[in-house]
């Protein structure tokens, strides 16, 4: 007697399962938009990381050394 071959087949990851059921229950007007929004979202976080880096390095520019 032999042992049933065995399938592998790749699990889906969750990213993936959020975009299926998103793209059930959103039209593609919407998921572009919120897509968008999110990317605007990271983009100004990157901003404001790079603000702060600035301020940091101007800080230890223009202080007096003593």
């Given amino acids: ?3 049933a071959p065995v399938r592998a087949t790749a699990i ?3 990213t993936d399962a959020l975009r299926a059921v998103e793209s059930i229950l959103m039209s593609g ?3 572009t938009a919120r897509r ?10 990157r901003r404001a990381k790079d603000r702060v ?6 800080e230890q520019t223009l202080s007096p050394r003593l």
């Fill in 36 to 45: 968008n929004a999110w990317t605007s979202v990271l983009e100004d976080r």
């Fill in 12 to 14: 889906p990851s969750f």
């Fill in 53 to 58: 880096e600035a301020e940091r390095v101007l």
């Fill in 1 to 3: 007697m032999q042992a």
């Fill in 29 to 31: 007007g919407q998921r």
